[in-house]
């Protein structure tokens, strides 16, 4: 059974970069799959960052687009999330998520990590 | 994007009796060339990421219990707990995956009266 598990600074300063990883256990990254990055603002609903596939193809939500990197490390078994010019409202639990293996072109994620809060304030 | 609307934001039912959790896109999410619905739900309960419960609007996920169903077509739906239990009090989201960006609702959150 796959495992996800999210690891970077659970305080960043506004302006600063956030990095993230994502560590993937019980299969192996580079044999498929688009993996995802998924953030929560407390108390809020859920918003899409974006993706990146097993071959190395990413796709972002627009409205994060011109901030965001993801980036996948096979030889680790990890993806990565960079998040630029932090702002307040970028404060949230981000999760990484594996969509279900008979999703089609649009993904549906049933297998997540446990989230990490990332707080931003200096 | 696609506009994901939950109604309502919250609800209490006694437990065993029925709970309506109402989902609205602005527009459609059923994909004419295979007939399905692009529409998934999910369970989250304090602390813990979502659950997958319903996926292709109707379809439980393997090991979802059969007193939750989902139903609904084109860009209405309803996921419906048939009789509440204690264990499911949770915000519950509708998820489009018919375009990218994928959007979820705003959530439902659901308590025992």
């Known amino acids: 059974q796959v495992q996800l598990q999210e690891s970077g600074p659970g305080l960043v300063k506004p302006s600063e970069t956030l990095s993230l990883s994502c560590t993937v256990s019980?299969?192996?990254?580079?044999?498929?799959?688009?993996w995802a990055w998924i953030r929560q603002p407390p108390g809020k609903g859920l918003d899409w960052i974006g993706s990146v596939c097993h071959t190395g193809s990413t796709y972002y939500n627009p409205s994060l687009k011109s901030r965001v990197t993801i980036s996948v490390d096979t030889s680790k078994n990890q993806f990565s999330l960079k998040l630029s010019s932090l702002i307040a409202a970028d404060t949230a639990v981000y999760y990484c998520?594996?969509?279900?293996?008979?999703?089609?072109?649009?993904?549906?994620?049933?297998?997540w990590g446990q989230g990490t809060l990332v707080t931003v304030s200096s | 994007d696609i506009v994901m609307t939950q109604s309502p934001d919250s609800l209490a039912v006694s437990l065993g009796e029925r709970a309506t959790i109402n989902c609205k896109s602005s527009?459609?999410?059923?994909?004419?060339?295979?007939?399905?619905?692009?529409l998934a739900w999910y369970q989250q309960k304090p602390g813990q990421p979502p659950k997958l419960l319903i996926y292709w609007a109707s379809t439980r996920e393997s090991g979802v219990p059969d007193r939750f169903s989902g139903s609904g077509s084109g860009a209405d739906f309803t996921l419906t707990i048939s009789r509440l239990q204690a264990e499911d009090v949770a915000v519950y989201f509708c998820q489009q995956y018919y375009d990218s960006p994928w959007t979820f609702g705003q959530g439902t959150k659901v308590e025992i009266k």
């Open positions: 527009q459609s999410v059923l994909y004419s060339s295979n007939n399905k619905n692009y």
């Open positions: 019980g299969y192996s990254i580079s044999s498929g799959y688009c």
């Open positions: 998520a594996r969509p279900h293996e008979i999703a089609l072109a649009g993904p549906f994620f049933d297998s």
